[in-house]
């Protein structure tokens, strides 16, 4: 491993970075759509995504679906599974809280609901699929090579649908009067419930959305990366910490915060080594000693 | 006037001391009437779940929710350790020094996580437990991600030398009740007052004259101290610790401590909450594979329908009727708002 820098090496870095980082993007949009939305700090999303590369498994490699078809397809299920864990756990938590139930109390019990929902889910993708490595044939195995820089086209490709995806979330969030609503519920669900809309299905269709773009997240990567059940809990850490950086409730943040961890992360780990995740991680903290908010959210409730 | 329960402090009636000394006796008579040292071993373990669940509570009773003890836990067990072992000190001379090294570290660091309230603060405490893990992992004298083995058991005291699993039980138990007669006498006192009006409401605290940061970062270090002293304990009894033993899931398991046990009931609730996640998870080892997946489910029954805890339920048992399946169907189902009945 060379240590020092080519500008072949670079690039390929900053390919990586950017692969890694719109992963982490897509999930963190997942997330936040579900946390602002819904108000659950959602511990499951690291296990929508890893059961979202499963189900790319199965589409792709087991029934020879079209790649797109079976990327949709894993985005679809997953909504579904989003959409029914809403009905059955949330819908009924949500219940369960009156007018006087504290903020930390409603904060806490929709988060160990969803951290009950990752233990049956991470279980059962685990006995459903079985504890070894899977990996899909990637459908890009094509590598471009400029002068002496070599990037794998399934990154690029990577990229150009986290991109895709990212573009019409825009457009459905702002350019759609649902995804107005969805905005507006993440804003005050009371005074949507004011308007005469029924924020019920509201609630279930942010769930499903976010999770919908968690198995998006999964059904991308799935040919680049191996398919084990311990994934989700691997990548849920640094989904969190991109939240953080980003800030809660800032797309831009969001995007700005993925693109930065993917970068510290790739460069990181090709001169750092292993202790590159620990120096990313204090780095967060001392970003946020100056930034309590994030880097481009308002500040915290 | 009908205080709410939340801001009621528990009166210690006649009949609570005798229910409470029957315990004591019952805790302290246990161990004889127990052969297996694996029982032993489950028991001293779900001791020192209780006291990691009630720094949870600590910090809930003040409407933080913190996934961080796993952190702090770490931070005392990895620097009584290295007292102990690359000092040469006594264990009685590194407890109090790990506690104070404890508590300036949780004053450093809660003096930033605590200014972010609600979601940003519990996603920080989470991440900086796994940064405490990577950072363990990463220093070669703490042993990397083998751990460090042969930890001494502590100093004898008198003829007791804590090698027997019934002697470090009676230690644990001591230190226990301590650390459960310190955090009553928190709770029934202006301190406690104030956490709870802070967790009622902050803007309504602060309009009363509470210093919302102030407190909160009061509650932070105490918690974080106590976490650190159950480390201490910890790393002492098992003799062995390892990076991957504080990792960030550990935390989650503290806090289902205090929702099984019981969010209302600070101390209580914890401990019973410790003893049966101790116990139960053993027990369905039997199934195999099926075990997360079992308690997984018996979360959610709990958080569905129980939403008190054990100790909630059964101070308030829920009426059950076919009446009640119905409304809930209907509020299901149809959407419709709670009957005015129920």
Not at chain 2, 116 to 128: E, H, K, S
């Amino acid at each position: 491993m060379a240590k020092n820098m080519s500008p072949g090496l670079f690039i390929q870095l900053i390919v990586n970075a950017l692969t890694i980082g719109s992963i982490y993007i897509l999930m963190v949009l997942g997330l936040d759509i579900i946390l602002r939305g819904t108000k659950i700090l959602n511990f499951a999303h690291g296990q929508l995504y890893a059961l979202g590369a499963y189900i790319m498994f199965l589409f792709f490699q087991t029934l020879k679906l079209d790649f797109t078809l079976s990327l949709i397809l894993s985005g679809v299920a997953l909504a579904l599974v989003g959409a029914l864990s809403y009905l059955g756990v949330f819908a009924i938590l949500n219940r369960r809280f009156t007018v006087s139930s504290t903020f930390s109390y409603r904060l806490l019990l929709s988060a160990m609901a969803s951290v009950g929902l990752m233990m049956i889910l991470q279980q059962g993708t685990l006995l459903c699929f079985g504890t070894q490595e899977l990996g899909i044939l990637s459908p890009f195995p094509q590598i471009l090579e400029v002068g002496d820089t070599r990037i794998s086209l399934s990154r690029l490709v990577i990229i150009f649908l986290s991109v895709a995806i990212c573009i019409i979330l825009y457009l459905m969030m702002y350019r759609t009067s649902f995804g107005k609503l969805l905005r507006a519920v993440s804003y005050d669900p009371e005074a949507v419930t004011l308007q005469g809309v029924n924020t019920f299905w509201i609630f279930v269709a942010c769930f499903a959305l976010g999770s919908g773009l968690a198995g998006l997240a999964g059904g991308i990567i799935a040919p680049l990366f191996s398919i084990t059940p311990s994934m989700g809990q691997n990548i849920i850490f640094i989904t969190f910490l991109v939240l953080l950086v980003g800030g809660i409730g800032s797309y831009r943040g969001t995007i700005a915060g993925g693109l930065l961890i993917g970068l510290l992360l790739s460069f990181g780990f090709q001169f750092l080594g292993s202790a590159a995740e620990l120096i990313v991680f204090m780095l967060v903290i001392v970003i946020l000693i100056f930034r309590p908010g994030g880097l481009l959210g308002e500040a915290a409730e | 006037m009908k205080l709410p329960n939340s801001l009621k402090t528990d009166r210690v009636t006649r009949y609570k001391w005798i229910a409470i000394i029957i315990v004591l006796i019952a805790l302290i008579v246990l161990p004889l009437c127990i052969e297996s040292n694996y029982i032993k071993h489950l028991l001293i373990m779900a001791c020192i779940g209780a006291i990691l669940g009630m720094t949870f509570s600590l910090l809930f009773s003040s409407g933080l929710i913190t996934l961080g003890a796993a952190a702090f836990y770490a931070v005392g067990a990895y620097s009584s350790t290295v007292l102990v072992m690359n000092a040469g000190l006594s264990f009685w001379a590194a407890l109090p020094l790990t506690l104070v090294f404890t508590a300036i570290l949780a004053l450093g660091f809660g003096a930033v996580f605590v200014r972010n309230a609600g979601v940003a603060f519990v996603i920080i405490t989470l991440i900086f437990a796994q940064v405490v893990v990577l950072a363990a992992a990463q220093a070669d004298f703490l042993g990397g991600w083998g751990g460090i083995m042969g930890i001494p058991r502590p100093n004898p005291v008198g003829t007791v030398n804590f090698a027997a699993k019934t002697d470090y039980y009676y230690l644990i138990l001591a230190m226990l009740l301590l650390v459960v007669l310190i955090y009553n006498a928190l709770y029934s006192s202006r301190i406690g007052r104030a956490w709870r009006a802070i967790k009622l409401s902050p803007k309504l605290a602060g309009t009363l004259g509470i210093n919302e940061y102030r407190y909160r970062l009061l509650a932070f270090v105490i918690g974080s101290t106590t976490a650190a002293l159950a480390g201490c304990f910890y790393a002492h009894y098992s003799q062995n610790i390892t990076p991957g033993a504080f990792g960030g899931w550990l935390s989650i398991y503290v806090q289902l401590y205090a929702v099984l046990g019981g969010l209302e009931f600070y101390i209580l609730g914890p401990a019973i909450g410790a003893v049966v996640m101790t116990f139960v998870p053993e027990y369905l080892r039997i199934v195999k594979e099926w075990e997360p997946i079992i308690t997984g489910v018996i979360l959610l029954v709990v958080i569905l329908f129980f939403p008190g805890g054990i100790l909630g339920t059964l101070k308030n048992p829920p009426a059950l009727s076919l009446n009640k399946f119905h409304s809930l169907y209907n509020r299901l189902v149809t959407g419709k708002k709670r009957d005015s009945n129920s």
